[in-house]
């Protein structure tokens, strides 16, 4: 050959090319040793989805196991460290079937019975619902379509910015209420003392018929409701006043009697403490799970029987007959009396619990 | 060999520092954007969890008492033919916010299938919020209903288990 100038070497073919291969190797391998410093800002969508999921079909950590042991909404603020994980569904047999309990506890409305329960900070939410060591924002809201309510707890959702989303389709279970209308209850004896009992057979409504926790009445996991409306128009005599003694809590088989729980008189939503007083036209009766809980015994069937006294009395505090609303007559209380008011799954006296539309939304960024 | 080679060396140096220049570049903007496998199915799975959040909402009634039948808007619907209440009831829920209005709607179209004869499926629609084009990237939600309806191939009236299939994309 006359002129090699132009001509490239076999080594330098060689070696560039080895030297190519092994560029491209490293720099392909260097996104993946970055994936874990740079996470965060890769998967909201993820985080997003998973908070959806801890939220609509997980109930949380705490659940009830029994008095001692109490699901995460009903715990105190002191115990405010036990709670390990904020789901809102009834159970995890039960997706998408929220709590109202759980939802209220959640949103920071907890119900008057539970007033010392603790409230959370952003930082408990990505503690105990986002899971993360990187400090993500978020918005968490609900929206109960058919009260038209909305509530949410976070940062407002940045409008100009991008950030990881996921929408689900609940339903939130609104506790049974038995609403009874004292004028179907009116009794002709004209006395001064009545009585009204009513039955909670604890077993019958867990162990019945209705085993879906959806629709099932259970006064160990929600609250039970009972208002008795319209208690004047049960009286014939003219100037009389009611006065309610005395409220009785028994269980079958069990002489202890134990104190109610909420006592509401009338339109005063302050609940009251000590009995008698008096009465124009409603009493309502709240009992939260933990009451049940503390007074039942499996092994004796857990009939409780609450029993309300009612005493007339003229305008000078004198007693006075009348007839009025009163289910119980005569002495001594007979369990067995097909009178007794029964909390059971019959529409027709107890309004059933019912499963609201909602819709819940988790944004991440 | 040519005369005049002179360039030779040049020209290939050349052609080698821009195939460099040109996988660099390559490298360096893939580098930037990292995916991972659940973000190339993402928005396919939000859709595919709303649906099947919808049609599970659609069959679960509000309430029960001991004894009754389920029933549930979706066995209601399909029992009835009534493809107005489907529209009325599920577009909303795929597509209503808590805070914000909807920025892109969902789409639908609605069918139920169903097993008669021997070996004979049948599918038979529902609704549609719009047609399908054929290009929409649609993502489906399905459902078995079990309703009390007399379909072709039945003599009579009695509970049939169908498929409610939905497929959903945006807009």
Redesign the interface.
Known sequence: ????????SIDFLVG?TIF?LAF?WV??I??GL??GL?SHT??Y??VA?RT?VILAEDPGYPVYIDRSNLSWEEKLKVDKRDVDRLGVAISRDSP??LSQDKVNGFFHTCTTYNTSAFTYSLGDYQKRVIFSDYPYRF?I???D?ERNE?R?VGDV?PLNSSYG???????IKEPSIATINASGYKNADNVSTHRFSILLNTTKLVLG??K?P??QINPIKEQIMINITNLNKTINQPSVNITLSSIAVKRVGDTNSYPFDELYIDDNSAPQLLLPLEVTNKVSLKFKPTFFDGIMSDAEGSQIYLTLTFNLKDPGGNPTNSTFFNNTPGTPFNYNSPNNFDYN???NYVT??????A???VAVW | MVSGDGGQLYTIEGVAAGLIMIMTAYLVVNATSVYTAGDTHINDMQLEVLGSDALKMMGTPANTTMNSIDNSTLRTIIESNDGNKFNATFFPLINNRTLQEPDRFIQYTASYTYRYGVDSVNSTFITSSRNLTGGEHTVRATKWVVVNKQLPGDSMERDRAVLVEVLMWRD
């Open positions: 050959m006359t002129d090699e100038n132009a001509n490239l560039f190519i491209i720099v392909s260097i996104p970055l994936i740079q890769i998967d969508d993820a989805y959806g998408n079937i918005n809201s609900l929206r379509i909305i949410s959702i989303y996921i929408r689900r389709l609940v339903k018929e209705v879906d959806a629709y799954y019959n529409p059933q619990p019912q499963l609201r539309p819709l819940l939304e």
